[in-house]
């Protein structure tokens, strides 16, 4: 009966390294990874499936939030200090701003990567707390549009955000277009309105 036990306690602890999400050697691990999950299946545990995909461990940081309410006074003080306002001319227009310097130095600019800003709270969102802005590989969301279709990962990786959280932006922003477009007979209509034609 021991022996026996001893081999259950074996197969439960194969059962647990399978389904455990969480490496200590830090591989990404992927389907050939997950072994001899049939054999566990055999001892009447639950079967895991060979193409469960394990959870990567997430390289980056996550991005931090800097909330304006909770800041003091004395640290918007200092934050003035430390970061006067330049008299240096911003690019205006998409042509000035692509014939400018890469990384782009214009933190501030709406479309930089590096930070976001909610106009609502006016909390500050930086994407890669890690890197300072002149180590990023895109620093403009406009040079990565132009660039035409690329995949959910790669959008990811630019905006150190998971392709799962991409998809979701992805459904709600086109969701959002939908709703604010004009139907077909709404179209149709208006056609039919104009004088003169």
Request: include cysteine; hydrophobic fraction near 35%.
């Amino acid at each position: 009966m021991s022996a026996n036990h001893d081999e259950f306690e074996d197969e439960v602890v194969l059962a647990a390294d399978i389904a455990d999400d969480d490496d200590d050697d830090g591989d990404e691990g992927d389907a050939d990874d997950l072994g001899d999950a049939d054999e566990v299946g055999d001892a009447g545990l639950p079967e895991v499936s060979r193409k469960v995909r394990r959870r990567r461990r997430r390289t980056r940081p996550r991005s931090r939030t800097i909330a304006m309410k909770r800041l003091t006074r004395e640290e918007l003080r200092l934050g003035a200090l430390m970061f006067p306002p330049m008299d240096e001319p911003r690019p205006r227009t998409r042509a000035e701003c692509r014939e400018d310097v890469r990384p782009c130095p214009w933190v501030a600019c709406k479309f930089h990567l590096y930070l976001d800003v909610n106009p609502e709270t006016g909390s500050i969102k930086i994407n890669f707390p890690d890197l300072e802005p002149w180590d990023m590989q895109e620093t403009c969301s406009l040079d990565v549009a132009e660039r035409g279709g690329i995949t959910l990962e790669e959008v990811g990786e630019i905006m150190n955000l998971t392709r799962e959280r991409i998809r979701q932006v992805e459904v709600r922003g086109l969701l959002k277009l939908k709703m604010a477009s004009p139907s077909p007979d709404e179209v149709g209509a208006a056609l039919l309105r104009r004088p003169g034609q």
